[in-house]
């Protein structure tokens, strides 16, 4: 069903290679740009696309349509901007390869492992670590991007936060198996 809240996590989907291109590829294309605007077209793209993932969310509890492609979409479009943030952070040196590693295996796992919940009949919905862990990706990316003093701490923080995440996943899966 195509409703506000799926048009705003497709509309996240469509941002993130727009942002990943601004990152990547338009210092190349236009280098009379100065670096800080590509900062701030980038950041108000990614502040655009974090911005659609609080109130899809929030639309669809508030006016109560939750539907499955939401429950599909919603995570996807996370992924995808969180996939295009980081890895044309990392591409631009302004990244830590390795933390970007541990946040994008974790992702990746977490997303294939809730497919094997489910197929167990087990929905587990995202847990208050799972959404600060959200909301710290966004900001350390935020500051990434924008180059600012501290940065690299906040990526490390949510690298811990991200990974602690994962490890409720797995402990919410073991204990319905029981």
Known sequence: MINLPN???FFRVLLAPVMFFILIN???IAPQIHISWINYFAGLIFVI?????FFDGYIARAW???TKLGAVLDPLADKMLILAAFLGLMMMDRANAWAVY???IREFFITGFRVVMAS????V???MAGKIKTVIQMIAIGWLIMQWRGAEILLWISVIITL??????VRAYIKEKK
């Open 7 to 9: 048009i705003l996590a």
């Open 26 to 28: 338009l210092p190349h």
């Open 49 to 53: 696309a974090s911005v659609t993932d």
């Open 64 to 66: 109560d349509q939750k």
């Open 102 to 104: 541990l946040i994008l």
């Open 120 to 123: 167990d009949g087990i929905e």
């Open 125 to 127: 919905s995202a847990s």
């Open 164 to 169: 602690y995440s994962g490890y409720e996943y």
